[in-house]
């Protein structure tokens, strides 16, 4: 029961930490542009997950950046970070 609430608290700090790192790109200079390529090394770096994919994603006149990860726990999750 501890492992598993260790497992929970692990990935939801990760997951706090990229939205904190998607949130500054939304406060950033706007001139400052993130590439997909600085994306992936961030998702990775940011989850120690596998990315399985990444597209670029136009909607409703913003670009995002989707990217597919499979967990380091064996689940797949995809995160949208701003572009």
Do not use: C, N
């Not at 790109?25 to 940011?46: G, N, R």
Request: net charge positive; charged share 25%; aromatic share 4%.
């Amino acid at each position: 029961m501890i492992e598993a609430l260790d497992a929970i608290k692990v990935s939801m700090t990760r997951t706090l930490s990229l939205a904190v790192f998607a949130a500054s790109l939304l406060l950033a200079d706007p001139a400052w542009a993130l590439t997909l390529k600085e994306a992936i090394e961030q998702v990775e770096k940011d989850t120690k997950g596998t990315v399985l994919s990444a597209d670029t994603i136009r909607t409703r006149g913003t670009v995002v950046y989707r990217i597919k990860v499979l967990m380091p726990d064996g689940r797949v999750r995809i995160f949208q970070i701003p572009a």
